[in-house]
């Protein structure tokens, strides 16, 4: 069978799990609104399997809720305390300011480009997997939106990322990745993150707006110490519902409020990242184990496009970057993400 032939039917065997993707969907809708995004190598024009080779997240955010309790999640205690502390510098807060919570779960998988090597090639991006929850809190005006959030975790094989790989291997008749005794060890995992995106400029074309805007986000723990500035822009017959659409560290904050139909939108986004530490790549805090050289400067981009109805949402995402560590094989690592948001919110 030819590599074409034989690359064919990879990718058929990979369609296979999209079913799975839809069985975790509830049938009911919450209050507030809900999505679920799978981020994997299968949605991108190249299939490589290889470095951040598959990630999910389920997040949840709720109906606006009242201003005095806004900031004071019970559930979430610390990232209350944070928001108290730093609302002089961070957090902006006004008469039309809407309050939001959100909680959410998800787990990343990392793998190196040759699954087959035991033990894996030192040089190459280190095995790895991350499973996790968080809680954050959103804070929105017209042309203004405000995020933090608390991500707690562990690192190793407690992320279960072995198991979840072996599955999805055996289920696509792929071969089993071969270095997974060599993982990073057991680590708990405490970040904050902070986003905040502000609108520069929007005009109208044919009864669809534009809306530029930038952004600016850090994120601060074990896991990752990093800076993130970038230009959006979106493209959707009512922007304001999308307003925050848009790539977040680790994962997605769709912040789409349907109060309208928005029928079909895109966003394209261009980001620069200063990272003082990774996890995936740096190793383990407290413990000697794999790691490389990682790059103190990374570029991203993403094109997301989507339709809108009433009271759900599905987009399509693609994904790319500059090389995350020094002796990176591919020049622009790349991977897709297929996305559903769902609930009716003011």
Request: aromatic share 14%; charged share 15%.
């Amino acid at each position: 069978m030819s590599l074409w032939r034989k690359g064919m039917s990879l990718r058929i065997q990979q369609l296979r799990l999209i079913p799975l993707f839809f069985f975790f969907l509830p049938a009911w809708v919450h209050a507030g609104f809900s999505s679920l995004l799978w981020d994997n190598d299968l949605f991108s024009p190249r299939n490589t399997d290889a470095y951040y080779t598959n990630g999910f997240l389920y997040h949840h955010v709720s109906d606006p809720v009242p201003q005095e309790t806004g900031r004071h999640w019970k559930s979430c205690p610390g990232l209350s305390f944070l928001a108290k502390t730093a609302e002089p510098l961070l957090i902006r807060t006004g008469e039309a300011s809407q309050y939001r919570h959100s909680w959410g779960f998800g787990q990343i998988i990392q793998t190196p480009s040759d699954l087959t090597l035991n033990p894996p090639d030192p040089d190459d991006q280190p095995y790895a997997g991350l499973l996790y929850g968080s809680c954050g809190f959103h804070v929105q005006e017209d042309g203004y939106a405000e995020s933090m959030g608390l991500m707690l975790g562990v690192v190793g094989p407690l992320s279960l990322a072995e198991r979840t790989q072996d599955i999805a291997h055996r289920v696509t008749g792929s071969e089993y990745p071969q270095g997974w005794d060599h993982q990073l060890a057991n680590e708990p995992v405490l970040n904050l993150v902070y986003d905040r995106q502000r609108v520069m400029t929007d005009f109208s074309v044919d009864g669809h707006s534009i809306k530029i805007f930038n952004n600016f986000g850090f994120a601060f723990g074990n896991l990752m110490i990093s800076t993130t500035a970038g230009v959006n822009a979106l493209f959707a017959k009512n922007t304001r519902a999308a307003f925050s659409l848009r790539p977040n560290f680790l994962g997605r904050y769709p912040w789409l409020s349907q109060s309208q139909p928005l029928g079909f939108y895109a966003l394209g986004s261009v980001q620069g990242m200063a990272v003082g530490r990774n996890l995936f790549l740096d190793g383990n805090t407290f413990e000697d184990g794999p790691s490389v050289d990682k790059e103190y400067v990374v570029g991203s981009g993403q094109l997301v496009m989507g339709y809108g109805f009433s009271c759900l949402a599905l987009q399509l995402g693609l994904n790319l970057s500059t090389r995350t560590f020094k002796t990176q094989g591919e020049s622009w690592p790349r991977y897709g993400t297929l996305g559903i948001v769902w609930g009716c919110s003011p």
